[in-house]
């Protein structure tokens, strides 16, 4: 059993930057995939970027060039570095893990706000 928990969401003004962490209670070895969705009212949950244990990486579109999503198995911790924000960048963020046998973690969410 993994539990997912995320810290560093807050405010920050435009062009500046956050860095999200999230930090599994079992060792994230055993996750083959973890990643960052974010979600605002009304909308679907999306993804922001995922990292395999290969790793691979993807991001969407719409954060490429300032975003950065990097495990550390060692802390069992996945950072998002998020640079050059922007205000709709705004939404809650979610830390997601998925072990090699399918099973799905989200964490709680942590909020991030972008002032213009």
């Known amino acids: 059993q993994v539990q997912l928990g995320e810290s560093g969401g807050g405010l920050a003004q435009a062009g500046g930057s956050l860095r999200l962490s999230c930090t599994a209670s079992g060792s994230i070895v055993k996750l083959h995939a973890m990643a960052w969705y974010r979600q605002v009212p009304g909308k679907q949950r999306e993804l922001v970027a995922s990292?395999?244990?290969?790793?691979?990486?993807n991001y969407a579109e719409s954060v490429k060039g300032r975003f950065t999503i990097s495990r550390d198995n060692a802390k069992n911790t996945v950072y998002l570095q998020m640079n050059s924000l922007k205000p709709e960048d705004t939404a809650v963020y979610y830390c997601y893990g998925q072990s090699f046998g399918g099973r799905e973690y989200w964490g709680q969410g942590t909020q991030v706000t972008v002032s213009s």
């Open positions: 990292i395999t244990s290969v790793p691979y990486i």
